[in-house]
């Protein structure tokens, strides 16, 4: 069984950065994508990018696009995504998410983590 | 950028039929996947290619997508069915883009 289990909740000031982790168990971690989907307090889902390990390759949404970076260490099976600039409407929920299907990053999401609380104040 | 639109509640007694729409410009050339998100837990995929069902998800779930407009059907509505509903499509090819529904809360009465 799959299972994507993310890092801590974090507390940030305007203008730092915040890196958010995601280890995968229980299945091939290099040949799948995850995406990065956050939620702010009431709102819905944004999809914020993703990577496929095996071949090294990020696709941001463009909202972040030079915000955000997506990395992935394929020694630990874990994901990362980083965000820089924070301001308060970055407060959120922020999720990884594994592809169903393998070597694309347009499939639908199978497996979630259980969400990373970033609040960014001052 | 590809715009979802849904209704931002619908409401449905226990034993009858919910119906969510997810409108979008010829959404029916895309494939549509849908899922549940229950307070305070991560979203859960009850759908996905427009109208098949993940094991483990209830028969009472389906889906389509014709047109303009992609619809959840959850049938004999329980309490347990009481979330959030997103659709999500996959948007340009060459620069890939997640786009999420704008959400549909669904209150069992």
């Known amino acids: 069984q799959v299972q994507l289990v993310q890092s801590g909740a974090e507390v940030k000031k305007p203008g730092s950065s915040v890196k958010v982790s995601c280890k995968a168990s229980?299945?091939?971690?290099?040949?799948?994508?995850i995406s990065w989907v956050r939620q702010a307090p009431g709102q819905g889902l944004e999809w914020m990018g993703g990577?496929?390990?095996?071949?090294?390759?990020?696709n941001y949404a463009q909202k972040f696009q030079g915000r955000v970076t997506i990395t992935a260490d394929e020694s630990t099976s874990t994901a990362y995504m980083e965000l820089s600039s924070l301001r308060s409407e970055d407060t959120a929920v922020y999720y990884c998410?594994?592809?169903?299907?393998?070597?694309?990053?347009?499939?639908?999401?199978?497996?979630w983590g259980q969400g990373t609380l970033v609040t960014v104040s001052s | 950028s590809y715009v979802l639109t849904q209704p931002p509640s619908v409401s449905v007694a226990p034993g009858k039929t919910a119906r969510i729409t997810c409108g979008g410009s010829?959404?029916?050339?895309?494939?549509v996947h849908w899922y549940q998100q229950k307070a305070g837990q991560a979203p859960v995929l009850v759908i996905y290619?427009?109208?098949d069902r993940p094991s483990g998800i209830p028969e009472r779930f389906s889906g389509s997508n014709s047109g303009n407009t992609a619809t959840l059907t959850i049938s004999r509505v329980e309490a347990g069915d009481e979330a959030d509903y997103y659709c999500?499509?996959?948007?340009?090819?060459?620069?890939?883009?997640?786009?999420f529904g704008t959400g549909t809360k669904v209150t069992v009465l």
């Open positions: 998410a594994r592809g169903a299907q393998v070597a694309t990053i347009t499939s639908h999401f199978d497996y």
């Open positions: 229980g299945g091939t971690f290099s040949s799948y994508a």
């Open positions: 990577i496929i390990a095996i071949f090294g390759t990020s």
């Open positions: 010829n959404i029916g050339s895309r494939s």
């Open positions: 290619y427009d109208s």
């Open positions: 999500q499509v996959w948007d340009s090819s060459s620069d890939p883009q997640g786009v």
